[in-house]
């Protein structure tokens, strides 16, 4: 089955550059979701789009900004990088049509995550 | 978002024995997802309970969510070297799509 793809799996960038990360969701995905993971830490929500539109929106810095485009996939922008902002950022897609009735939660289905070095 | 704390932070297991990770929220939730990280990769869906009191098996985890719908636990049978890994809780509102996940248990097994 097809999986969330993210690319680059690797960057490393220096202090104040620019890095773009992508994200291609599941096929027929509506939703898409970015999570920054600093070492040790648990996953922290940034933003997420739904069918193209700014769904919700958690600890992103301003700094950072992200759309969602016509074919569904992601791109996290990222300036003014600093050193904390390295951490691996994974990308997850969902399905509103799936979501479990009553209270339930789109299942989020995780990509292998794009690892950020800041030097 | 909901906030959910997660206990304890790092389980040694010997081979074969059992362990119980928790979650626990001082808010209701509207549902709570388990997931698996093993070490490098990326959290992977394990199981979501939505109803007061839910007990879920998937062969020798289970999964419970409480009756007042404030805390959560995973407890694995007959540990292997397989189940090593972070395990998060992650609690969803309804109608808050984002999830805010437990701090996880990191779990190693000695052979």
């Known amino acids: 089955a097809a999986g969330v793809i993210q690319s680059p799996r690797h960057l490393i960038k220096e202090k104040r550059e620019t890095a773009t990360l992508k994200c291609y969701p599941i096929p027929r995905h509506d939703t898409v979701y970015w999570y920054q993971q600093g070492p040790g830490q648990d996953p922290q929500f940034l933003i997420s789009f739904y069918e193209k539109m700014q769904s919700d929106k958690g600890s992103i810095p301003d700094r950072f900004s992200a759309q969602q485009f016509s074919d569904y996939h992601s791109e996290l922008n990222m300036s003014s990088l600093e050193l904390g902002d390295s951490a691996l950022y994974f990308c997850?897609?969902?399905?509103?049509?799936?979501?479990?009735?009553?209270?339930?939660?789109?299942?989020?289905?995780f990509g292998p995550g794009t690892r950020l070095t800041v030097l | 978002g909901q906030q959910v704390m997660q206990i304890p932070q790092y389980q040694h297991v010997q081979e074969g024995e059992d362990f119980t990770t928790y979650c626990n929220s001082s808010?209701?939730?509207?549902?709570i997802q388990w997931y698996k990280q093993r070490p490098g990769g990326h959290p992977v869906f394990l199981i979501q309970l939505v109803k007061s009191g839910e007990v879920k098996k998937q062969k020798r985890l289970t999964f419970q969510f409480g009756e007042a719908k404030k805390n959560s636990s995973l407890h694995i049978t007959a540990t292997q070297t397989t189940d090593v890994g972070t395990y998060f809780c992650?609690?969803?509102?309804?109608?808050?799509?984002?999830?805010?996940f437990g701090a996880g248990t990191t779990v190693t097994v000695r052979a």
């Open positions: 808010t209701t939730l509207s549902n």
């Open positions: 997850a897609s969902s399905s509103r049509r799936d979501r479990v009735f009553f209270a339930g939660t789109d299942t989020q289905y």
């Open positions: 992650a609690a969803g509102g309804r109608g808050d799509y984002k999830l805010s």
